[in-house]
T-cell receptor
Framework: GQSLEQPSEVTAVEGAIVQINCTYQTSGFYGLSWYQQHDGGAPTFLSYNALDGLEETGRFSSFLSRSDSYGYLLLQELQMKDSASYFC?????????????FGAGTRLFVKA | NAGVTQTPKFRVLKTGQSMTLLCAQDMNHEYMYWYRQDPGMGLRLIHYSVGEGTTAKGEVPDGYNVSRLKKQNFLLGLESAAPSQTSVYFCATTHWEVEQGNEQFFGPGTRLTVL
């Protein structure tokens, strides 16, 4: 089966940098995605890593190490609006077509 | 373009009642998914479809059925609702491109309460 582990909560100060880690276990791994979800809203796609290394998109960066089954999302210059839940998700292509399996999410609280 | 829409937005059912949730997309995507999200938990895949006329089971398919008769619509049915099915249901679609990470586009969700 598949499993993903990420911290349940992280708190950081406005303007700071925060890293949200994700470890995964899956047999048909293709890549790791990150999604953001504000309270009451729908998840929105942030980034995707298929290869090892760092991908940067503005204030957000995502990293993947396939050999360690590990990735992280890095948020820089934190703003109050970044307070949300962040989900890592693996793209799994083992059987029956490709599907995305989500972690339980990390709730990020940004304090002034 | 509306993107991904879901109807209804809210619903309250009594135990044993049935209902159908509708997901519609105008993005011409092949893949469609139904997830449920419970408080403090991530999204759990119920069923999905890789194209018109196809469906497959996800992580938590019991108690649900789906149909994909048209490419743009994906229906989720509850034949006999139970309180354990109280949840927020999200539909998502994607164009099959593994290089793009299978980016999923989500509908606004349906909040279902089963009494």
């Amino acid at each position: 089966g598949q499993s993903l582990e990420q911290p349940s909560e992280v708190t950081a100060v406005e303007g700071a940098i925060v890293q949200i880690n994700c470890t995964y276990q899956t047999s048909g791994f293709y890549g790791l995605s990150w999604y953001q979800q504000h309270d009451g809203g729908a998840p929105t796609f942030l980034s995707y890593n298929a290869l090892d290394g760092l991908e940067e998109t503005g204030r957000f960066s995502s990293f993947l190490s396939r050999s360690d089954s590990y990735g992280y999302l890095l948020l820089q210059e934190l703003q109050m609006k970044d307070s949300a839940s962040y989900f890592c998700a693996v793209l799994d292509g083992n059987t029956g077509g490709f599907k995305t399996i989500f972690g339980a999410g990390t709730r990020l609280f940004v304090k002034a | 373009n509306a993107g991904v829409t879901q109807t209804p937005k809210f619903r309250v059912l009594k135990t044993g009642q049935s209902m159908t949730l509708l997901c519609a997309q105008d993005m011409n995507h092949e893949y469609m998914y139904w997830y449920r999200q419970d408080p403090g938990m991530g999204l759990r895949l119920i069923h999905y479809s890789v194209g018109e006329g196809t469906t497959a089971k996800g992580e938590v398919p019991d108690g649900y059925n789906v149909s994909r008769l048209k490419k743009q619509n994906f229906l989720l049915g509850l034949e006999s609702a139970a309180p354990s099915q109280t949840s927020v249901y999200f539909c998502a679609t994607t164009h099959w491109e593994v290089e793009q990470g299978n980016e999923q586009f989500f509908g606004p969700g349906t909040r279902l309460t089963v009494l």
